[in-house]
């Protein structure tokens, strides 16, 4: 069954950092490209950016580029997401997704996870 | 970077009833690449429809997607309960891929 699995909630205070996981199984993680998806609270969907793991390469959502650093160890077949310093408008759902060869679209999804960043 | 609006907001049908759900943007995305999800409370969302009419694995044929140039549609041709969800539409056409702000197909 292809599946990318997440790590768990967080909950960090404003400034610290935070790194997030998405792990691939069921298929071969280099060869497919994974994104990430916000979702703040009761809001829609916001692309981040995407990482092709087979060689790293990675694209950003001028939103996002300088906030977030988008990464993936192939040897274990996971991509990551990171804050140097997270802010409370960081609080949010984030979706790691694989994106179809065919298409540029979605089509395994994380379950999410929540960042909570309070003081 | 292309802004998708959908509308409306929110469709209120009852269950085997048709839904038109609609997805403009602000330019042409010229080769058809929109896709469309559905979201649950408390999921991740589902690809629905890729390439503008292509159903993805697994999707009901009651499902369907269509348009072209600045204007997609997806329609539902009969609610199931199951349907009822928020649906977004997404263009990667150009960099950044963006996602509409959403339709809830509420019961009426």
């Known amino acids: 069954e292809v599946q990318l699995v997440q790590s768990g909630a967080e909950v960090k205070k404003p400034g610290e950092s935070l790194k997030i996981s998405c792990k691939g199984s069921g298929y071969t993680f280099t060869n497919f490209w994974v994104g990430w998806v916000r979702q703040m609270p009761g809001k829609g969907l916001e692309w981040m950016g995407i990482?092709?793991?087979?060689?790293?390469?990675?694209r950003y959502s001028p939103s996002f580029q300088g906030q977030v650093t988008i990464s993936a160890d192939r040897s274990i077949s996971t991509a990551y997401l990171q804050w140097s310093s997270l802010k409370a408008s960081d609080t949010a759902i984030y979706y790691c997704a694989r994106q179809i060869p065919v298409a540029d679209a979605f089509d395994v999804w994380g379950r999410g996870t929540l960042v909570t960043a309070s003081s | 970077e292309i802004v998708l609006t959908q509308s409306p907001g929110t469709l209120s049908l009852s269950p085997g009833e048709r839904a038109t759900l609609s997805c403009r943007a602000s330019q042409s995305v010229t080769s058809n690449y929109l896709a469309w999800y559905q979201q649950k409370p408390g999921q991740a969302p589902r690809l629905l429809i890729y390439g503008a009419s292509s159903r993805a694995t697994g999707i009901p044929e009651r499902f369907s997607g269509s348009g072209s140039g600045t204007d997609f549609t997806l329609k539902i041709s009969r609610l199931e309960p199951e349907d009822f969800a928020m649906y977004y539409c997404?263009?990667?056409?150009?960099?950044?891929?963006?996602f509409g702000q959403g339709t809830k197909v509420e019961i009426k």
């Open positions: 997404q263009q990667y056409e150009a960099s950044p891929r963006t």
């Open positions: 990482i092709y793991p087979g060689d790293s390469d990675t």
